[in-house]
């Protein structure tokens, strides 16, 4: 999980949105930390965790950003988003409705990012692929349409969030080289 004393080439912010209990804060404890809590509390208080990894034999210290519980429609801040590079747009796929919310959270996105921003779409949760509520064809279909990356994940059992991360960082890191 990275030397500390390492010089650092590049550092990147990526912002975490979607819906309250999609899992946002657990795909980031997952990928800086590698932990996971079935009763995580809501997040209290702006926060970023960073992880630095190596991207072509670059140091590259993403800096996730985590939201507030400030999840309901238009309260995360202008602040929040201010020089992301970067973008993960979650929702649960055992919950229909925040995923029917995404194209709300895009357009906030839209508005307040700069317009190169990298985004993926993320179908969290896919461990409970027996309570599955959104077919994967249908967000692979609006991910298209939209010129986004997308993946499930599952923070539970570590399944694709280091690969969602790395997608977005390469993507960002090609962008600037
Ligand atoms: P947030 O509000 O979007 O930050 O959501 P949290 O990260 O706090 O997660 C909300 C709830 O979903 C918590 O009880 C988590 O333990 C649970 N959760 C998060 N990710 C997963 C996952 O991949 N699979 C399952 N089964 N539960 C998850
Ligand atoms: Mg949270």
Redesign the pocket.
């Known amino acids: 999980y990275g030397d500390p004393s390492q010089k650092i080439d590049y550092v990147f912010k990526v912002v975490l949105i ?1 819906d ?8 980031l404890a997952r990928f800086a930390r590698n932990e996971f ?4 509390k ?2 209290i208080g702006v926060e970023f965790q960073t992880r630095t990894l190596v991207i072509e034999h670059k140091s590259v210290k993403a800096q996730i950003w ?1 939201t507030a519980g400030q ?1 309901r429609y238009r309260a995360v801040t202008s602040a929040y988003y201010r020089g992301a590079v970067g973008a993960m747009l ?1 929702y649960d796929i055992t919950k229909r409705q925040t995923f029917d919310h995404i194209p709300r959270w895009l357009d906030e996105l839209r508005g307040h990012a700069d317009k190169n921003i990298v985004i993926i779409l993320i179908g ?2 896919s ?2 692929e027996n309570q599955r509520a959104v077919p994967a064809e249908d967000a692979k279909e609006f991910a298209q349409k939209e010129g986004l990356f997308f993946l499930e ?5 570590s399944t694709n969030v280091e690969t969602a991360f790395l997608t977005v960082l390469t993507e960002i890191f090609n962008f600037v080289n």
């Open positions: 979607g309250s209990a999609v899992g946002k804060s657990q795909i809590s079935l009763d995580s809501a997040t985590d999840e979650v969290n949760k461990d409970l994940t599952s923070a539970l059992e």
